[in-house]
């Protein structure tokens, strides 16, 4: 599943295609959302704003596109009057005079009041967005140590994002490594020098792998970002060569390295 970076980097590309221009064609593969399309038609897209996992997709209309893309769902862009190329299925189609993004493959897509949006029962769930230009590492301390996750193990609570929108499975090898701590540890029991190290990994790691990695929003370009040890098994670790090793943790495979993440 792609992490906030990508998310961001895929609400970027949407923007360039559609933000600020009047829609000249929308189609939705849902019975339940046809209803909207006489409101949407000749409105505009006033900005593609990426939550956590999710993105909203606003129209001056006072409308709002929620959409998951959970494991499938993907966005693709093209030039007006054109499609894709994309062997997917097709959920939602939105057309301006410059540009065509048609979302695939994706369920989970409503269609809210601009107005009420915030009380999507996803947008209520999450936590504060990592890529949140205003999330300072203090304010990660200090929700770290909130009664809620202070005493959560490190390895399961990078992935709730409860605890922080847009953090998954790459970014927490990465954010554990770049910490120098463990899936097993716990906020409660970290002296304040590593709480503050682990504050600044959880804001830097992931800022970095926005600016750094992928290009177009729309496939992974891995090599642009230095995965320190994610997907790195036997190779040796950047800072000690220790041989990185995979476990599994919280379901889901953790690479870190055994020496200086002990
Ligand atoms: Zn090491």
């Not at 949140?132 to 609570?157: I, M, N």
């Not at 020098?193 to 792998?209: D, F, K, N, Q, T």
């Not at 177009?216 to 790195?232: I, L, M, P, W, Y």
Request: aromatic letters at 8%.
């Amino acid at each position: 599943m792609p992490e906030g970076p990508e998310i961001r980097r895929v609400a970027d590309a949407l923007n360039r295609a559609l933000a600020g221009r009047s829609l000249t064609g929308v189609w939705f593969a849902f019975e339940r959302l046809q209803a909207y399309r006489p409101r949407l038609l000749g409105a505009a897209v006033t900005r593609v704003e990426p939550r956590g996992k999710a993105l909203l997709t606003h129209f001056s209309a006072g409308l709002t596109l929620y959409s998951h893309n959970q494991l499938y769902g993907r966005w693709l862009i093209a030039g007006a009057g054109e499609n894709p190329s994309s062997s997917r299925t097709p959920r939602v189609r939105l057309e301006t005079e410059a540009a065509t993004a048609v979302l695939y493959s994706a369920s989970d897509i409503e269609i809210w009041p601009s107005a009420e949006v915030e009380s999507h029962p996803f947008l209520q769930r999450i936590g504060p967005d990592v890529l949140d230009d205003g999330l300072a590492p203090e304010s990660v301390v200090e929700r770290l140590l909130q009664p809620a996750f202070a005493r959560r193990k490190l390895g399961a609570l990078l992935l709730d994002q409860s605890f922080l929108a847009g953090l998954g499975n790459y970014l927490r090898a990465e954010i554990l490594w770049a910490a120098c701590l463990g899936p097993d540890q716990r906020p409660a029991d970290l002296p304040g020098e590593v709480l503050a190290a682990l504050g600044r990994a959880i804001v830097e790691v992931p800022r970095l792998s926005y600016a750094t990695r992928g290009g177009s929003g729309q496939t992974h370009h891995e090599a642009a970002f230095r995965f320190n040890v994610f997907k790195r098994e036997g190779a040796a670790c950047p800072r000690c060569r220790t041989p990185i090793r995979k476990i599994a943790d919280a379901s889901r495979p953790l690479y870190l390295c055994p020496a200086c993440q002990a």
